[in-house]
């Protein structure tokens, strides 16, 4: 058991590397699948647990896979996969399972997804990513926990998304550029990340129009190959470290951050109080002024990042006045808010929409990560709460951000990583 130890009070000074994208690595590997021969490289790979847990999984089906941490780098040889079972003790164990499908059915024919993992934020449905396989020809069979794709050539069709799911565009998108003929999908997914996975699969010789546009055309090919790929910053990182600098008020460099793809996240942080400038490559982050509340309203890119969403609510905490929240992406997203409540917080839930009444000085005690973003969330109030903030499971925290305690200490703050034992609990 991974547990954060958060000593708060430390304004947050100095400069701030921020890491690959994890919602962009993980279809990128299921990519890397794709290719029939020669070997896939990919750089600036986030050294996180969903990266281990992908390379697991690619290992399973047979590709020969070496993560080269302190390089960042990924190297992935899938010209022999031999099994199209994805096994329920890793698939289990992240999100990033379903990104395997298309590749599986091009190779093998089938695939036998076990379980499928990620963050607990209700329901998370794949209606979307099933009915377009079964529009270009395969058989999906649903039984209990295990599902069972099979198809024969994929066929080129017009597809849909009911709304822009972020894995179900990427999912579909694999599935046409192998397929005979044109596919178009309609309502598509705009995040930066989906537009990355397109940028590699048409390196890899896939043909793809229309991507950011909620439009995308595929010719399919006949085989696509293996290629270099640098994978785009993580603006969900860079958000966390961000709003480290505006909880604690304080000044940070963060090097490797996309300001442009922060979308409407950069614009409320503005307006709580956050000045954000660029200088050359680097985004400086700044918060002198009192935090002022605010109202957030998630929606898909360049909406506000539903997964910004848990770390604004603790900066929120501290603004002076009331703040609304509404979650719009997911239905269960709100568990943060009684972690919160057990350091002082106080925070109102509704259904789909939270009232967090500042300002509250927080208190450091024992909670827990519900979710990654709960998880980092955590962290951040942490950094002002009076005393000591125990947060488990950490594993939750190291799905998705590297050496959070690392890069937290490089500015100032007091974040420790342990292993607990069962005896210590
Ligand atoms: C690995 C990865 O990239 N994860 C991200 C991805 O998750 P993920 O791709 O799972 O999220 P989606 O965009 O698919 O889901 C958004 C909403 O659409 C619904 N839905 C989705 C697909 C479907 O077939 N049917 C359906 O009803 C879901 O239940 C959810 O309410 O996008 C989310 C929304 O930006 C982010 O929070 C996750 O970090
Ligand atoms: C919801 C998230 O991830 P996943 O889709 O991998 O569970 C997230 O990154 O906050």
Known sequence: MVRYRVRGGNV?????????????????????????EGRTVLRNVPVIEDVRRAVELAQAVGATVEFHESERTLVIDASRLTSPVLPAAIANRFRGTVLFVPALLHRLGEAVIEGIGGCNLGSRNLDFHYNGYKRLGAVVNEQESVIHIKAGKLVGAPLYLDTPSHTGTENLVMAATLAKGTTVIENAALEPEVLDVIAMLTRMGAKIRGGGTGFITVEGVENLKAVEHTVMPDRLDAGVFAMAAA???????????????????????????????????VLHVRREKPLRPINVITDTYPGFATDLQSPIMAVACLADGTSYIHERIFDGRFALAGELNKMGAKIEVQGSRAVVHGPTPLRGTQVTAHDLRSGIALVLAGLVAEGETVIESGYLIDRGHSAVAERMRALGANVEREISTPADR
């Open 247 to 281: 909880i604690t008020g304080g000044e940070v460099t963060l090097v490797g951050a996309e300001l442009q793809h922060l979308g409407v996240v950069r614009w409320k942080l503005e307006q709580m109080g956050v000045e954000f400038e660029t200088n050359g490559a």
């Open 12 to 36: 947050l000074r100095g400069t701030a590397f921020i890491q690959g994208a994890k919602n962009a690595v993980l279809p990128m590997i299921g990519a890397a699948l794709l290719a029939t």
